[in-house]
C-alpha cells in the first residue's frame, strides 16, 4: 500500500483561479487541492482509479486517502460529482472538483471524486449524465470497494457536489433504492434537482419528487451564489419535513472554489457535516 507505482502523468490543477472569489471578497485562500497522479494510494495523496470492467478505458474515479489514514482505522466518506465543463468556473472533471478537500482540509476523510460514464466511448462524461445507469452502478460498486479496501465507514458515507453534482446529490444519489441506501448526508452547492427543468429526461418534477421521497429524514446541506430562495420555496412544499441547512454564498460566482477559502460559510459547511457525522 505505501509503495507508489510508476508516476505516468500528473494533472496541474489551477485550485485557486480568478474566478473563485468576488472582486471585493477578502477571504484569504488557504488550501490546495492536491494534483491527481497514477501512483499507489498512501495518506495524503489524489490518486486515479479504475473500476475493473474500464480498466484500459478513459472512465475513472479519484481517490484521497487523508493525511492521518491508517489501515486499521475507519474513516467518514465523501463522494464528489463535479460541474458540467463551462469555459470560465468549471472544468466538469473528477479532477476539477474541490468540495470535499474544503470541508475537511485533507484530514480525517476519505475523499472520491465519481464519474459521469459515457458507456459509449468509455470516457468520463464531462457535461450533463451520460449513461444514468451505468453511473450509478459505477458509484455502487466503489463506494463498496473502497469501504472494504481503505477503511471508508458505511454507516458515514456522504455525497456531494457542484452545479451539475448537485444536482446529482439526488439525480443520481436517490436514482433508486439502492444507491440511496448509500448515504448518511447530502451537500448540494449551486442548484437542486426538481426547482427548474432542463434538457435531459427526467428532470421535471414528478420524476425530481420521486426521487426526493427516498431522502427521509437525512441532512441535506444547501448552498448557493447569492441566494437559496428558489430552492427553499420548492423545499417548503415538495418535503416540508426534510431537514435542510440553507446557506447564501454573497458576492461569490458560480464555482466550487469558494470552500478553498477560509470563510465563515465553509466554518458554517463543516459545522454542519461534524454534526451529521454518525457517531
Known sequence: MNRFGRLASVFVLLVAPSWAFGADDEVSVDLTVPAVTDAAPAPG??????KKDYVGSRVYHTLYLPTDWKPDR?????????????????????????????????????????PYVNQQEMRNQET??????????????????????????SDNVFIGGFSRGAIACNFIGLHDDEIASLWRGFICHSHYDGVRQWGYANSDRPAAAERLARLGNRPQFISQENSVEATRTYLKEALPTGKFS??????VPHTDTWV??????????????????KK
Open 45 to 50: 495523496t489524489r490518486v486515479r482509479q479504475f
Open 74 to 114: 475507519k474513516y467518514p466518506v465523501i463522494v464528489e460529482y463535479a460541474g458540467n465543463k463551462l469555459r470560465t468556473t468549471s472544468l466538469g472533471t473528477v479532477e476539477g472538483s474541490s468540495l470535499g478537500y474544503g470541508v475537511t482540509g485533507g484530514k480525517g476523510v476519505i475523499w472520491i471524486c465519481m
Open 128 to 153: 450533463w449524465w451520460g449513461d444514468v445507469d451505468a453511473t450509478v452502478a459505477y458509484c455502487k460498486h466503489t463506494v463498496k470497494r473502497i469501504c472494504n479496501e481503505y477503511g471508508g465507514d
Open 246 to 251: 440553507f446557506v447564501p454564498l454573497k458576492g
Open 260 to 277: 478553498l477559502g477560509n470563510r465563515p460559510e465553509r466554518a458554517a459547511l463543516r459545522d454542519w457535516f461534524a454534526r451529521s457525522l
